[in-house]
């Protein structure tokens, strides 16, 4: 029978009620190909180290939990293979430039505060629209292709973890927030590009961004949050500059007039809510 | 509940550098702070070093007889080679911050194409005139002086 | 409202520098190669040059103004580099007037030292 193959995990360990900083600790385990980094953390908390602590949920990188430092660059834990990493060590430390609450577990919070700050929402002078809707909004592929690639952010806040300027300044929003307002500010149903601009004009808008691009190279979910923040600013000099065009939120769709039950077809049951 | 404050955990100036081996365009934009604060030092000292040419040709000869010899010499290419540098890699950084150079959103299909990789041929370009430029200063710099 | 401003004035200086500084780097830098704006001898800090360029309207103002849009552009990356490190409010105000008053206080001192280069060199 020959030896399974071992990895030894390298984990930042991190107790607040101990009084010790945060350190180092080596666990080795077997692993198959086809293993995950979230996989094997789940062995080890079986088998080595049941205080260990970390966030994960559904496994397969549309919940945004599991982001972490893994070997030096930060991803989500279940989308990383073990055997892909190809070394004996894997350091697994919490996602740098947040507070680290326990273990591998951050305090996202300053994040999610930056987020609600640029108000990543439709905002229309029509709002009961927005709340009791009548029909749904008029938007053409061409529109939806403006914003969709900046929808599909889990909010995992690997982005924040490799931007230099999160790295020293706390003031700064990061590459998730600026980039969800502006998939807002691009969304042709919305209108609240004069109500983001009031908080975008200041130091919680994208000026301290110098493109270095690492939001962009980590995202585990290709959304491209340089490419955003560079629309979002090309957007905001052209406003300065009085040269932007704002457009319209889009319209309702209008009612069909015409509408004939076919033969044979009953009515629908009444609404039950 | 979170009952403690947490333990910081920023990168601090290490993530400006570096912090771990990601994406060329990290080094551009640091060698872009590194170049920028080199000239603003050169430039500061620059203004009171030519101010001296408003006081006649001596108080001019003598201003620029500090400032010469060999380690000024390779220290004035270096400023060079540093506006090199900044001046291109600053022409690519307009280009991609008003939004030219890094393509229009895409539907991501893994693997992905970012901005990142939409703008490399011009990082490269950029990177090629700045050497350019370089060589040409310094060949003037060294050989035909 | 001002980071919006003077982020789009950044750039604005950058390119006004890329021209003006460009030119002045040939004159100075590339003059074996190029050898513009070098009337008087072949090297270009020789007093005869530089008494040729400061009677020039051109250079002066041209001077005056990349003086003004090198010393906004240096200072506010500088601000920028300063202000990522996270200092508190109140060295945040007093790093804006610090800055603010050093960089016109040079603006004046080099305006005023490329206009009394030019007199000086009329009467030449």
Redesign the interface.
Known sequence: MTTPDTVTYRLRR?D?ASGQ??AWEDITIPVTPGMTVLDGLKVIKETASPTLAWRSSCRMGVCGSCGMFIN??PQLACNTQIKELGTPVVTVA?L??????RDLV??LRPMFDAHAALMPHIIRDDMTEVFEPTGEFLQTPEEL??????T?CIKCGCCMS?C?T???D?AYSGPMPLAQAHRYN?DSRDGGFGSRRRVLATEKGPWKC?????C????P????P???I??M??QL?FDYLKLFKHPCPSKVAPKPTEIKRREGVPEAPAPTL | M?D?????????????LG?????A??Y???L??LT??G??LY??LH?FV??A?????EA??AS?GRVTGPIFTVG?FLV?AA?AFH?AN??R??L????WA?????????P?R???HEQRPLAIGVMVVAGLVAL??G???FI?? | MRDQRLWTWH?AA??I??VL??LH?IIM?????VGIFNPGSPHP?D?VN?VAR?KAGFFTFSYIVL?GA?LFH??Y??RN?LFE?GPGAELKKALNVVLTLGGLG?FA??T???W??GA?ARTL
Request: net charge positive; aromatic share 14%.
């Open positions: 991190y607040p900083p945060p030096g660059r919490p740098p430039n947040f507070r680290i609450i951050p305090d292709e403006h914003f969709l690639q900046f599909y490799a230099p999160m790295a020293t706390p691009a110098h493109y270095a691009g690492e962009s190279q980590v995202c979910k290709g959304v491209d340089a490419r955003a560079q629309l600013k090309r000099v | 979170i403690n404050q947490g333990h910081p955990n920023r990168l601090g100036v290490w993530g400006w912090g771990g081996k990601w994406g365009e990290r551009l934009y640091t872009h702070r920028g604060l000239l603003l430039f500061l203004i030519t101010s040419r408003a006081l006649g040709p001019w000869k620029m004035e060079f506006f001046a600053g022409i950084l307009v991609i911050e008003l939004g890094i393509g229009k959103p895409i539907e991501p299909v893994y992905y970012t901005s990142v040409a200063g060949l003037d710099f035909l002086h | 750039l950058g390119a520098i890329l500084l460009g780097m830098h590339l003059d074996v190669l800090t007093w530089v400061a003086l090198a240096g200072l990356g500088f580099i490190l040079l001192f080099g005023w030292a490329a009394a280069a000086l």
